[in-house]
């Protein structure tokens, strides 16, 4: 009985949710209308992008375990003795990680965080509070775009010149100056047969991410939050932007 409930519960919450999220992009919309004529973008065209895989419940592990990337990966810039920033530690030990317990999906894991979070969510515990990138399509905030406006939780579309696709993004992760990574299913959307952050990158200049600043925070709104590509698609779409490309141009 105790499972049908909860079951019940967690049911009633995805619908409160979907509620929630429909409202919010409703109103979010309106702006997009209202502004579309003067939306700002800008474009950066990548040296590289690497995979990043943070805030997948499977992104870290202890050793041995399989995860998606190398522990020192979640060091700043991967550097070995660099500050953690991939996942969560404890706040009385910095070396120790936080670790998933028995009801979420990978007992024993790493916690693994990104830095646009789900502002509903304030619990740094829980996994749901992150973007998780083998479901959400993210770029990682850089110096240059930063400098130019944008900001966590921006929307963004993303054209591959090699494959000629183009997605809709958000800038989920900072964290790496260059601003050269993007989330695991961004290049898996772009086309790319990437499944881990371990070797995984594009290593030539054929990435271009065009951010539309300020396009997911205004006075009065809590930025959107999303935990599946096909709502972050539907609200870009509401919102007018565009994820069309001009191979020519590049």
């Known amino acids: 009985m105790r499972s049908w409930i909860d079951h019940q519960g967690l049911k009633s919450k995805c619908k409160r949710y979907a509620v929630a999220l429909a409202l919010a992009t409703v109103a979010w919309s309106a702006l997009g209308v209202q ?3 003067a939306r700002r973008s800008f474009e950066i065209r990548t040296r590289r992008m690497d995979v990043d895989v943070d805030g997948a419940p499977n992104a870290y592990g202890p050793p041995g ?3 998606l990337d190398r522990l020192h990966n979640a060091r700043y810039r991967g550097r070995r003795n660099g500050e953690i920033v991939g996942y969560l ?10 670790v998933q317990g028995p009801g979420d999906p990978y007992p024993g894991y790493y916690i693994s965080q990104t830095a646009f979070t789900d502002p ?15 479901k959400i399509n993210y770029v990682v905030l850089g110096d240059v775009a930063r400098r130019r406006g944008a900001r966590d939780g921006d929307f963004v579309a ?9 997605v809709f993004g958000i800038v989920g992760d900072d964290g790496n100056p260059s601003g050269d990574e993007g989330s695991l299913h961004l290049l898996q959307a772009l ?34 939050f999303f935990h599946s590509q096909a709502e972050l698609d539907a609200a870009a779409e509401r919102m007018g932007l565009s994820k069309e490309f001009a191979n020519e141009k590049y």
Do not use: W
């Open 120 to 134: 509903r969510r304030t619990n740094p515990r829980d996994l749901l509070r992150y973007v998780d990138a083998t």
């Open 89 to 98: 530690t404890e706040d009385d030990n910095p070396g120790a990680p936080v």
């Open 35 to 37: 502004g579309q004529t």
């Open 191 to 224: 086309g790319y047969p990437f499944h881990d952050g371990v070797e995984d990158s594009v290593e030539r200049r054929e990435i271009v991410v065009r951010f539309y600043p300020g396009s997911n925070s205004a006075p009065g709104l809590e930025p959107l």
């Open 65 to 67: 375990a399989k995860a």
């Open 158 to 166: 993303v054209y591959s010149r090699k494959t000629g696709r183009s």
